[in-house]
């Protein structure tokens, strides 16, 4: 067992996910890093947190999967300690689709990784976390979001229906269980984070391209985004942030955004903000 409280990342990539674990592991909490796949890049993110001089571990895990997430917050309980704290960092972009080109399994899965998830991991996570709050330190659960939570664009279905759903799903959560001492905060990032992990994957060769069409500050550094978190994470209980929304300097906000059909052909369809427009579109 760990004499630390426990953060659980759900969703531990070498951006977001991977950077908000080693930022509340230098804070003094015990990380916990799961993701989907890649062993050997997983046992990196843990040895750097350790080598930096924090306490972490690290799980595959396969969300999708029924009664994964369950089984895992119970071992953590069981075996590491309680958990003070999680991160839903949960992609479900699969990329620009017409209506027709969008299966129905397609569409599911995004639903189940963008909005199925994080139900599962409140449940899971939420009776305990109660508990505690009643004579000790609140609960906190972290959910990133997308510009697809606040605003749908054309081949964007599958993704924006999910991302919708999680926000609903963070106010209908903060409704019931803030009151109970669990501190559930939205973050939506609107803008393109600077993370291989996921947008690097999905724009593929287009990458490089991308970074240098942003410029110098456009794109949001996964390092300076944990810091948000990290600040959400230790707001006192008379005053908690449910939703915040970020994106560079010189990015348009997503109700202004008017997407460039130049940078959406070369950046890979509505939603990929170049210098005049706002959003990413990736969680």
Known sequence: MSSKP?????????????????RFAAGGYHAVLARRSDE?????????????????????????EDGAIEELVERIERDIGPIEGALYN?????????LEDTPHRTFELGWRLGCFGLYRLAHAIFPSMVERAKDGPHGTLLVTSATAAVRGNAGQHSHAAAMAGRRMLCQ???AEFAPKGIHVAHIVVDGAVNSPDTLGKLLGD?????????????????????????????QPRNCWTHEIDLRPHNDVPWWNDNP????????????????????????
Request: charged letters at 15%; proline letters at 3%.
């Open 90 to 98: 949960l992609g479900a972009q699969i990329g620009n689709r017409a």
């Open 40 to 64: 050997a890049g997983l046992a990196r993110l843990v040895g750097q947190i350790e080598d930096a001089g924090g306490s972490a571990s690290g799980t595959l895990l396969n969300a999708a």
């Open 6 to 22: 426990v953060f659980l990342v759900i969703g531990a990539g070498a951006g977001i996910g991977g950077h908000v674990a080693a």
């Open 172 to 174: 209908t959560l903060n």
């Open 260 to 283: 460039n059909p130049q940078i959406d052909a070369t950046a890979g369809g509505k939603g990929f903000a170049g210098p005049e427009t706002g959003s990413s579109g990736i969680g």
């Open 206 to 234: 287009k990458w490089e391209t991308f970074k240098s069409m942003k410029g110098e500050h456009g794109m949001i550094e996964p390092a300076a985004l944990a810091e948000t978190y990290w600040h959400l994470a230790q």
